[in-house]
């Protein structure tokens, strides 16, 4: 199943992509949008021109498992994302996730405009990678 994951943030949003296998987690790119709700426009655009069957959005919970202001944001944008898409969305646990794609561009030596161009679709994709490593483990979930 081709699936999508999606780094929401105010500024830039990540997208990730899958292949039909789930094997491979891959950045795709990334949405400089302000506008919330054009943000939103601009990922369903994305779910259909890449034919994603599922999108998983980054549910940012804080380390002690408590839900901010940040989570509710990320699930009203999963909400509204719903009523534009014809394909499940999903919230997935992306603690850390953001801290993961700093390290592994840091070991690649992206620095700098390099690294703020990637980091978030960089996210993205240890979002999903999370996620398709889950689906793996637990095939009746």
Known sequence: MK???VDYGDTRTGLAMC???EFLASPLKIITMKDFDRCIEMVAEEVKLNKAEMVVVGNPINMNGTYGPRSEKCCL???KLRELVDVEVKMWDERSSTVSAIGIMNENN???KKR???LDAVAAAIILESYLAYRKNH???
């Open 3 to 5: 699936i999508m994951a």
């Open 19 to 21: 292949d039909k296998s």
């Open 77 to 79: 944008f999963a909400d």
């Open 110 to 112: 992206k620095r700098g």
């Open 116 to 118: 703020k161009e990637s």
């Open 139 to 141: 095939p009746d979930d």
